[in-house]
């Protein structure tokens, strides 16, 4: 496999977040909305997400839980920290991180809220790895599957797409980087460890 540069996802794949969990369920009893609201909530979040991912700060959403979805929320709190605070780490793939870091340059390529890498990093979650790229959603206006954020995300490695290996665990993240003739892993995030051990046979 001729490759010269990596991209990792971060959410789903060098993280532990909510992808395949059930940790939006145990968010929503967290802010005590009634079970009859979950469903509304859900199709509506799925959509304000992506405002969230392009720059919009997620705790403005805050009141509209309180007064739509009648969650029960003091005023201190965050929604990007409790979110944050439920991620966890994918040890396995701290290794395989680090020794593809020695052979190839390596970046993320990430939908973050903001401040929400950054916060990523406080808690110590991320490999501890010298990323030579990060593209940040939220600090650059577009996000994944936008095929914008990927021609960005090409032009800063400085490499042929041919020549980029990206790591994702969402399909239709990966289509438009199939599209401009990336190599792709589909990480699956219901099971980390068969994915953590398919990546690191894949990358020696």
């Known amino acids: 496999m001729l490759m010269k540069f990596i991209y990792f996802d971060v959410g789903g794949v060098l993280i532990k977040d909510f992808s395949k969990s ?3 369920v145990e968010l929503l009893k967290k802010m005590g909305i009634a079970k009859r609201k979950w ?7 799925d959509k304000v997400e992506m ?6 700060v997620s705790d403005e959403y805050i009141e509209r839980l ?3 979805y009648e969650a029960k929320l003091s005023d201190e709190f965050s929604l990007l920290k409790i979110m944050v605070e439920m991620f966890e780490r994918n040890e396995g793939i701290w290794k395989i991180a680090k020794e593809a870091s020695k052979k190839y340059k390596v970046g993320l390529l ?8 950054e916060m990523i990093k ?3 979650l991320l490999p501890p790895v010298d990323w030579d790229i ?10 994944k599957p936008q095929k914008e954020i990927y021609e960005l995300a090409e032009k800063r490695a400085g490499v042929k797409g041919e020549e980029i290996l990206f790591i994702d665990n969402t399909e239709k993240n990966l289509k438009e980087a199939k599209a401009r003739g990336w190599k792709t892993f589909h990480f699956n995030s219901g099971d980390y460890e068969e994915s953590n051990r ?3 046979a894949i990358l020696g």
């Open 198 to 200: 398919e990546l690191r």
């Open 39 to 45: 469903l509304e909530l859900g199709r509506e979040y």
């Open 122 to 124: 406080e808690r110590d």
């Open 51 to 56: 405002e969230f991912c392009t720059g919009r």
């Open 66 to 68: 309180k007064n739509k």
């Open 134 to 143: 990060e593209v940040d959603s939220s600090l650059v206006g577009l996000a």
């Open 22 to 24: 059930n940790k939006w």
């Open 110 to 117: 990430t939908n973050m809220y903001p401040g929400m890498l």
